[in-house]
Structures are given as structure tokens and as C-alpha cells.
């Protein structure tokens, strides 16, 4: 994919480049902006510190919440669980590749 299918996104005050289909970039900025606002969330509450622990609270956050939300029979949820796992691999594959970047 091009440089035109990536999408630029602010998480906790760090940006993160992800590839990204066109018809997808409305959902995944605001994906974005709901994840920055539950880790910010998370982070003022002073309970929690640590970027990394800041992400997995949020991620259990929402995972519960998406699933006491869904009132439908379990096999009508699979495509909502393969998107959430779509969406975890993508934010997994986002903070590897900010990991190989050189801190300057």
C-alpha cells in the first residue's frame, strides 16, 4: 500500500502512521479519539502509570464494554469480534514499528 492509505493519529500525546483503506479512515480516527480519550481517562485518575499500562487498561475497558453491550445471540457477534481483533493487531503492529524508531 502507498503512503496515501497511511493515517496519522495522536494517542496520548504520540502519533502513530497506520495503513489504512480509504472507506476505513473516518473509522479509524475515530477509533482513535475514543481510545486517546478513555487512556486519558485512565491517566488522570493517577491509578494507572505507565503508557503501556495506561493501553492495556483502556483495551480491558472497552473490550468490557463492548461485550456486556451486545445483546445479540453470540454468533451474530463474529464480525464484531473480528473487527476488534482487526483493530488490536493494527494498534500492535503501530507500537512495534514505533518501537524500531530511534528516540532523539
Keep these: 500500500m ?7 493519529v495522536q494517542i496520548l500525546d504520540k502519533e ?3 495503513i ?14 475514543y481510545l486517546d480519550g478513555k487512556m486519558r481517562e485512565i491517566r488522570s485518575s493517577g491509578k494507572v502509570i505507565g503508557a ?7 483495551a480491558l475497558n472497552i473490550t468490557h464494554d463492548l461485550l456486556h453491550r ?5 454468533a451474530a457477534g463474529g464480525s ?22 530511534p528516540k532523539g
Design 2 to 8: 502507498s503512503s496515501s492509505n497511511s493515517v496519522t
Design 16 to 18: 502513530y502512521s497506520i
Design 20 to 33: 489504512c483503506p480509504q472507506e476505513e479512515r473516518s473509522n479509524l480516527v475515530g477509533a482513535a479519539r
Design 52 to 58: 503501556d499500562r495506561i493501553a492495556v487498561m483502556a
Design 70 to 74: 451486545q445483546d445479540a445471540p453470540a
Design 80 to 101: 464484531t469480534r473480528e473487527q476488534v481483533r482487526d483493530l488490536l493487531d493494527r494498534v500492535d503492529l503501530a507500537l512495534a514499528s514505533d518501537a524500531d524508531v
